[in-house]
Nanobody
Framework: QVQLVESGGGLVQAGGSLRLSCAAS????????MAWFRQAPGKEREFVARLSRGAFRYYADSVKGRFTISRDNAKNTVYLQMNSLKPEDTAVYYC??????????????????WGQGTQVTVSS
């Protein structure tokens, strides 16, 4: 069982930045592809960014050029640097771990483990 704990959310004005962190309780962290999803009120959970085992990065079109996903395997942590934030980025952000490194990475289905989420609110 892998536990994922997110942190770093908060309230920020439009145009500002936040960095989210997700710490994993596993010695095999480098074996997992890691991703960030978000869910706004009344909406489905949506893909934001993914970092595969092979260090390939994938982003949703809505965040490309503004968000950066990275990982530190020595710290068992994945990050999401969010710049130029917009009110439409307001959501609960979740990190997720995928041992299979699935090609269906935009779906929630391949991800075996999820964090509890951290709230990001962007004011206009």
């Amino acid at each position: 069982q892998v536990q994922l704990v997110e942190s770093g959310g908060g309230l920020v004005q439009a145009g500002g930045s936040l960095r989210l962190s997700c710490a994993a309780s596993t010695r095999t962290f480098s074996s997992y592809a890691m991703a960030w999803f978000r869910q706004a009120p009344g909406k489905e959970r949506e893909f934001v960014a993914r970092l595969s085992r092979g260090a390939f990065r994938y982003y949703a079109d809505s965040v490309k050029g503004r968000f950066t996903i990275s990982r530190d395997n020595a710290k068992n942590t994945v990050y999401l640097q969010m710049n130029s934030l917009k009110p439409e980025d307001t959501a609960v952000y979740y990190c997720a771990a995928d041992l299979s490194d699935s090609s269906s990475y935009k779906s929630t289905l391949p991800y075996e483990y999820w964090g509890q989420g951290t709230q990001v609110t962007v004011s206009s």
